[in-house]
């Protein structure tokens, strides 16, 4: 296979795709899903979540609005045969699983009296859920060929890197290029969009998310699979390859925050086991010398980053978080298996925050919904390293490690904040399911036969 096909020629059909029952479009054939979920990828990325469509309220952000769009796309496609690439089932019982889950917990909260403002946000929380249902779904069965899922993985690590490079700019002199969104034609702000914190002397930045949590949570979790194109998208230059995998390494210490040094953390692991040992000392070495730079640049970074761990015991966003597992306890045992409902728990009515999205999980969705959300969380992994096992080509077996570490960062990001209350987090998991989706049913048809397509190696391996 040859990645990043140039615009204007033929793109040459999968190996084994017409065993496997696999569609492939030529470059000027049918690109619509491919096109939606980029747009979703920008939009999600570039516009702050605090930024919505006014007459449709909370839920109007424009990421939301393509992703629903995305799910309405894939129920006619589902009806119309031949329309999409493949059936992925792993996918559908996932968000089947989750779709359905909030859903009965949403038929149940209506049986009994709730406050109103509780049912508008048990409304979003359905409606968010169902956008997470299409952009998966359309992705995971809509991406027709490799090609594509490069394309896609393309425009989310070039929006990141810019999100990255904004939150830099916040970090390092207190510009805020966030405020553009303001003049973006059509969208008002629903809330006050804080760009820019203080934590320990240094500036905090969010860069396009609503907190520098979601900011460095997202850049970590997108690191690999830029990682995973600075290697192997050899069709594009080295700097258009690296630019982004050093836009996004940046901005993973400048967030000065604990989630989203964990979560570089556990994708660095899980890239690290991934690669062939010959390749561990450059590993390390590039990790040591990216470390010796912010040493060097931004004095006493590294030392307020180690603190938030070492004293963490005394830290009070730390001593806030676990006060409450005796407040998330007595609601547990009030609705054990389905919950009190999806998008109920409201902190100002129930005076606590829980900055912890399992627990979140299980005061709404209950012991059931726990399970289905750790599901949830944890897909992409096995996707990704099921079709890291059916694959020969060097590209595929990366990509699929790749997509394993973003999503075990996601799920470890999750237990330090209640990450789908932040819509560019909770956004990124389906995306990434989506296009674990796809790699994991194109692995199956062609990946693993001697006939499969040829890739070329990464340039460093």
Same mark, same amino acid.
């Given at each position: 296979?040859?990645v990043?096909?140039p615009a204007?020629?033929?793109?040459a059909?999968?190996?084994g795709?017409s065993a496997?029952g696999?569609a492939v479009?030529?470059a000027?054939?049918r690109?619509?899903?491919? *096109?939606?979920?980029q747009?979703?990828?920008v939009l999600?990325?570039?516009v702050?979540p605090?930024?919505?469509?006014g007459?449709?309220?909370?839920?109007g952000?424009?990421a939301?609005?393509?992703a629903?769009?995305?799910?309405?796309?894939w129920?006619v496609a589902?009806l119309t045969p031949g329309?999409l690439a493949?059936?992925v089932?792993p996918?559908?019982v996932?968000m089947?699983?989750?779709?359905g889950t909030?859903s009965l917990?949403y038929?149940v909260? #209506?049986? *009994?009296?709730?406050p109103g403002v509780e049912?508008?946000?048990s409304d979003?929380?359905?409606l968010q859920v169902?956008?997470?249902?299409?952009?998966?779904?359309?992705a995971?069965?809509?991406?027709?060929?490799r090609d594509?899922?490069t394309?896609v993985?393309?425009t989310?690590?070039?929006?990141?890197?810019v999100?990255?490079?904004?939150? %830099?700019?916040?970090? *390092?002199s207190?510009?805020?290029?966030a405020?553009l969104?303001?003049?973006?034609?059509?969208?008002t702000?629903?809330?006050?969009?804080?760009?820019?914190?203080?934590?320990?002397g240094?500036?905090r930045?969010?860069g396009?998310?609503t #907190?520098?949590?979601?900011?460095?949570?997202?850049?970590?979790?997108t690191?690999?699979l830029?990682?995973h194109?600075a290697?192997?998208?050899v069709?594009r230059s080295?700097? *258009?390859?690296?630019l982004?995998?050093?836009?996004i390494?940046?901005?993973?210490p400048?967030?000065?925050?604990?989630s989203a040094v964990?979560a570089?953390a556990?994708a660095?692991?899980?890239? %690290?086991a991934?690669l062939d040992?010959?390749?561990?000392?450059?590993?390390?070495g590039?990790?040591?010398t990216?470390v010796v730079?912010?040493?060097?640049?931004?004095?006493?970074?590294?030392g307020?980053?180690?603190?938030? %761990?070492v004293?963490?015991?005394?830290?009070?966003s730390?001593a806030?978080?676990?006060?409450?597992?005796?407040v998330?306890?007595?609601?547990?045992?009030?609705?054990?298996?389905?919950g #009190?409902?999806p998008?109920?728990?409201?902190?100002?009515?129930?005076?606590?925050?829980l900055?912890?999205?399992y627990?979140?999980s299980?005061?709404?969705?209950?012991l059931?919904?726990?399970?289905?959300v750790?599901?949830?969380?944890?897909?992409t992994?096995?996707?990704?390293?099921?079709?890291? #096992?059916?694959s020969?080509?060097p590209a595929?077996?990366?990509l699929?490690?790749?997509?394993?570490?973003?999503?075990?960062a996601?799920?470890?990001a999750?237990f330090?904040?209640?990450?789908?209350? %932040?819509?560019m987090?909770?956004g990124?998991?389906?995306?990434g399911?989506?296009v674990g989706?796809?790699?994991?049913?194109?692995?199956r048809?062609?990946?693993g036969?001697p006939?499969?397509?040829?890739?070329?190696p990464a340039p460093?391996?």
């Amino acid at each position: 296979m040859t990645v990043g096909a140039p615009a204007g020629r033929e793109r040459a059909p999968i190996a084994g795709a017409s065993a496997g029952g696999v569609a492939v479009a030529s470059a000027g054939g049918r690109r619509g899903p491919v *096109r939606i979920i980029q747009t979703y990828a920008v939009l999600m990325v570039l516009v702050p979540p605090t930024h919505i469509i006014g007459p449709l309220g909370a839920i109007g952000t424009p990421a939301t609005v393509v992703a629903l769009l995305a799910l309405l796309l894939w129920g006619v496609a589902v009806l119309t045969p031949g329309e999409l690439a493949r059936t992925v089932v792993p996918v559908r019982v996932v968000m089947g699983l989750l779709v359905g889950t909030v859903s009965l917990g949403y038929a149940v909260l #209506h049986v *009994r009296a709730v406050p109103g403002v509780e049912l508008l946000s048990s409304d979003r929380a359905l409606l968010q859920v169902l956008s997470w249902a299409g952009v998966a779904l359309l992705a995971a069965e809509g991406l027709r060929d490799r090609d594509e899922v490069t394309r896609v993985l393309r425009t989310l690590v070039a929006a990141v890197a810019v999100m990255a490079v904004i939150g %830099f700019l916040q970090f *390092r002199s207190g510009v805020d290029l966030a405020v553009l969104a303001n003049r973006i034609p059509g969208l008002t702000e629903n809330n006050e969009l804080v760009s820019i914190q203080d934590r320990e002397g240094f500036r905090r930045p969010a860069g396009t998310a609503t #907190h520098p949590i979601e900011f460095g949570c997202v850049i970590a979790m997108t690191l690999p699979l830029a990682l995973h194109l600075a290697g192997f998208d050899v069709a594009r230059s080295a700097a *258009r390859r690296w630019l982004p995998v050093a836009a996004i390494a940046i901005g993973i210490p400048a967030a000065v925050s604990r989630s989203a040094v964990l979560a570089a953390a556990v994708a660095a692991v899980v890239v %690290f086991a991934g690669l062939d040992r010959r390749l561990w000392p450059r590993a390390l070495g590039a990790g040591a010398t990216f470390v010796v730079l912010v040493y060097a640049t931004t004095p006493g970074l590294l030392g307020t980053l180690r603190d938030l %761990f070492v004293y963490a015991e005394s830290d009070r966003s730390i001593a806030y978080r676990t006060s409450d597992y005796e407040v998330v306890g007595e609601y547990v045992r009030s609705s054990p298996l389905l919950g #009190h409902g999806p998008g109920t728990y409201i902190p100002e009515s129930y005076l606590a925050i829980l900055d912890n999205q399992y627990l979140m999980s299980v005061v709404e969705l209950g012991l059931v919904g726990l399970a289905v959300v750790v599901v949830y969380l944890l897909a992409t992994a096995f996707l990704g390293r099921g079709a890291r #096992h059916r694959s020969r080509a060097p590209a595929d077996r990366d990509l699929g490690q790749a997509l394993a570490a973003t999503s075990l960062a996601g799920a470890a990001a999750a237990f330090t904040f209640d990450g789908f209350s %932040f819509l560019m987090y909770a956004g990124l998991i389906p995306l990434g399911l989506g296009v674990g989706g796809a790699q994991w049913a194109l692995a199956r048809t062609a990946g693993g036969e001697p006939g499969g397509p040829r890739q070329i190696p990464a340039p460093w391996a």
